[in-house]
């Protein structure tokens, strides 16, 4: 028991809220800025100083003005999504003074790889290459138009946009089954993905070609009885079929 008969539990969390309170008060008066909350949740003297720093950015519209036809091709391309200042740097300078100020125009091998290059992170179909090993050296201008950049050449291989996808199913016991084993594919799809997406696989019957007890395939390929194994389950829904490890 503590002073006066009350409990030490109680006498602590009370010396630990009064703590609590002298820390809070402290930091109240000694290091949260007098202006801290005069205008919302923040310092009242920050728009001032934001206000101070000018303009740097100067937005889509600014650039119509002068590049229409680039702005017109761009809306309607993959980058539509991307700000022109996002590659070419902050432009409301070059608005004001177009002769002598020149924006960056990104010809370094390096600055498309900032999003392009191979991540395991990026979402599937997002456009990923080997910077190492696609057209080592070259600019990658030099073959896509950045403000339009449909590929040369239409992609050979699933693995130009499925990058996370074609490197776990190489290393998988699918790995000598061809994408379109399973994926019937347009070739819209290789040109305009999201307007022709490829198939899924939509009955149990599909894996069991090779995966039923009774199929014709060679031996070693793990078998199951359909019948009763994963009941209503579609296959994929339980295995991933790029690494079918059984678990």
Request: glycine content about 6%.
């Amino acid at each position: 028991m503590g002073l006066k008969g009350i409990p030490q539990q109680v006498t602590r969390l009370a010396l630990m809220f009064l703590l609590v309170g002298v820390a809070l008060v402290a930091a109240r008066h000694y290091f949260i800025p007098p202006t801290f909350g005069q205008t919302g949740h923040y310092r009242g003297a920050a728009v001032g100083q934001i206000v101070g720093q000018g303009i740097k950015y100067a937005g889509r519209d600014a650039c119509t003005e002068c590049h229409p036809d680039i702005v017109e091709v761009h809306s309607r391309a993959r980058h539509q999504t991307v700000a022109c200042e996002a590659c070419h740097g902050p432009a409301a300078a070059h608005i004001e003074n177009p002769a002598e100020v020149k924006l960056l125009l990104p010809r370094d091998r390096s600055f498309c790889p900032r999003c392009h290059s191979y991540d395991p992170a990026r979402p599937t179909g997002f456009p990923q290459i080997d910077p190492i090993a696609h057209n080592p050296v070259k600019a990658c201008i030099g073959c896509h138009n950045p403000h339009t950049p449909v590929p040369p050449n239409t992609p050979a291989s699933c693995a130009a946009c499925h990058g996370e996808i074609a490197r776990t199913k190489a290393a998988s016991p699918h790995a000598v089954l061809p994408c379109t084993e399973c994926h019937q594919t347009s070739a819209q799809h290789m040109d305009t993905p999201r307007a022709s997406t490829p198939t899924k696989p939509a009955t149990r019957e599909f894996c069991g070609n090779c995966h039923a007890t009774d199929a014709k395939s060679p031996r070693e390929i793990p078998r199951v009885d359909l019948a009763s194994h994963g009941g209503r389950f579609l296959c994929w829904q339980c295995h991933y079929p790029h690494d079918p490890e059984v678990r």
